[in-house]
């Protein structure tokens, strides 16, 4: 995902963003937090953080946001309130203080992508604070972290502080490329959350004869939606138990799974957002891997040619084609 995606989500997500915002945002993406390096002291940093711990009202926020495929925004209360520890975080934002050469050309027609330019004649390239309009909207109280940091940990604690502020009953879509984590991630929160593998619903050998050359194809749209359908009558009327019907690709067989019924169901898996399964989603996550990451993850799997010329390829036209980046409503 390019920069232009995260910009965008920023864009949708805050919308009273004002022109210096939008500088900040694209300025931090790119440089990081490499203008604070003269807050050498850890215990400085420290210092500052629990200062603002005490500053802060009772905003709800997530645990981070992506700026970019580098860095990404820790909100120090969210923090705070899940770890009830800050040491790591003031390591971590003191080891992303790197320096980053200054390319003003570059860092220029990346803002003017979202910033009109007779807004650009005077900025001299030098950091600036947000918005009065934005503090007072959006309260920010962040530090910016190199994305490295962002471990498996910390990616199911925003997943799941994201879900547990949802009314009971929601359904979220866990979205991303293969490759991102998405069923490891799910597997983790299983024991809080319904978990519905969209990998239980592929065409079968003989349905892609006939639907294989279209879009996406490798799902039954029609499965999952009827399941979803039984999930949620089942919610309506309190039922612990479900069951629904997967498809197993192996023996080519369809076959009756039981699901106990909690309080919020996860539908993990690359097109769980469709558009074809939309009247039943309430909420999209996303779950972002970067390439390198992507390439070696699959590299370590079984058909991973297939993976790179079959499947890869695929996902890629439906990600693009539906714009799911952009209209997720939190990256994780």
């Known amino acids: 995902m390019c920069q232009k995606g995260f910009v965008e989500y920023h864009l949708i997500h805050y919308p009273d963003m004002q022109v210096t915002d939008k500088i900040k945002l694209v300025y931090q993406a790119i440089l990081g937090p490499h203008h604070l390096l003269d807050e050498k002291s850890i215990l400085k940093i420290k210092e500052n953080i629990l200062t603002e711990l005490n500053e802060q009202s009772n905003h709800q926020e997530n645990l981070y946001e992506w700026i970019g495929p580098n860095y990404v925004r820790v909100n120090i209360k969210k923090y705070y309130e899940i770890y009830n520890n800050i040491d790591k975080l003031v390591l971590d934002f003191y080891n992303s ?101 969209i990998d239980d619903f592929f065409l079968s050998e003989k349905q892609k004869e006939t639907y294989g050359n279209k879009l996406n194809s490798n799902i039954d749209y029609d499965l999952v939606n009827n399941n979803l359908e039984k999930v949620i009558n089942a919610l309506k009327n309190n039922l612990p138990i479900v069951s629904i019907k997967c498809f197993d690709c192996h023996s080519q067989n369809y076959y009756e799974k039981e699901l106990t019924l909690k309080d919020k169901i996860i539908v993990e898996g690359v097109c769980a957002s469709s558009p074809k399964l939309s009247k039943h989603i309430d909420k999209i996550a996303y779950l972002f891997v970067d390439k390198a990451t992507q390439t070696r993850r699959i590299e370590q799997r079984e058909l991973k040619d297939r993976f790179f010329n079959e499947w890869i390829p695929l996902e890629e036209k439906y990600f693009t084609r539906f714009d799911i980046f952009r209209h997720c409503d939190v990256i994780i």
């Open 97 to 197: 203080n790197t320096k980053v050469e200054l390319d003003k050309d570059m860092l220029k027609k990346m803002m003017m992508k979202y910033i009109d330019s007779s807004n650009l004649v005077n900025y001299n390239f030098e950091p600036v604070s947000h918005s009065m309009l934005y503090k007072e909207r959006y309260q920010p109280h962040y530090r910016l972290l190199n994305s490295k940091y962002i471990d498996l940990d910390m990616k199911v604690k925003q997943f799941d502080n994201y879900i547990s502020n949802l009314p009971s009953k929601s359904i979220v879509a866990l979205e991303g490329r293969c490759g991102s984590g998405k069923t490891t991630i799910s597997n983790i929160l299983e024991n809080k959350y319904t978990v519905i593998h």
